[in-house]
């Protein structure tokens, strides 16, 4: 974690267009510049649910992600988890309201797919349950929805695509 926070430090100060001079435990830079600069402020993406690791990001960055195992891909989790970053942003001295939230969402487009050992508990939506999933996420405080497909091949991509593009969501 320590090293995560002095990376973080360098990356966030590069990304703001900053020079960077540092002499840390783990990293030392001296006088570090992006080059070519950004075109335009970069937004930063938090994913995680430790106290510590929010504790160090919710302060700098404009996003917050949750995997699906971590509320356990349905809206009324997400719903109780996204209350907890609240909660954790008050307390890292930033206003909830400016935190945006994405939420991963596992999506299970063929039934024989391998399901990863780290998944077993959490149930899939399917796709003809996705755009009511997606509804109620919006309403839980999602801002945005990261689709996990199960299997992720580019037929399922392709599948899961036309689905989209034919109106059905």
Same mark, same amino acid.
């Given at each position: 974690?320590?090293?995560?926070? +002095?990376?973080?430090?360098?990356? !966030? ?11 840390? !435990?783990?990293?030392?830079?001296? *006088? =570090? ?5 950004? #075109? ?11 106290? !510590? ?30 209350? %907890?970053? *609240?909660? #954790?942003?008050?307390? =890292?001295?930033?206003?909830? %309201?400016? @935190?945006? %939230? ?7 487009? *063929?039934?024989?797919? @391998? ?20 509804? *109620?996420? +919006?309403?839980?405080? #999602? ?6 497909? !199960? ?10 695509? =036309?689905? @989209? ?5």
């Amino acid at each position: 974690m320590s090293r995560f926070a +002095e990376s973080f430090e360098i990356v !966030r100060w590069l990304l703001g267009g900053e020079r960077v001079t540092l002499e840390g !435990r783990y990293w030392s830079v001296d *006088d =570090a510049v992006l080059l070519p600069e950004p #075109a335009r402020r970069v937004p930063l993406m938090a994913g995680s649910i430790g106290p !510590r690791m929010l504790g160090l990001t919710l302060p700098h960055v404009d996003w917050w992600n949750t995997w699906y195992t971590w509320y356990g891909n349905t809206a009324e989790g997400f719903a109780e988890l996204n209350a %907890r970053i *609240d909660s #954790a942003c008050e307390q =890292a001295g930033r206003d909830p %309201r400016e @935190v945006q %939230r994405s939420a991963a969402v596992l999506v299970q487009l *063929d039934s024989a797919a @391998v399901k990863r050992p780290h998944d077993a508990d959490t149930a899939p939506i399917v796709p003809e349950d996705l755009p009511a999933m997606l509804r *109620d996420l +919006e309403a839980a405080g #999602a801002d945005e929805a990261i689709l996990i497909l !199960r299997p992720i091949t580019e037929a399922s991509i392709r599948e899961l695509g =036309a689905i @989209v593009h034919f109106g059905h969501l």
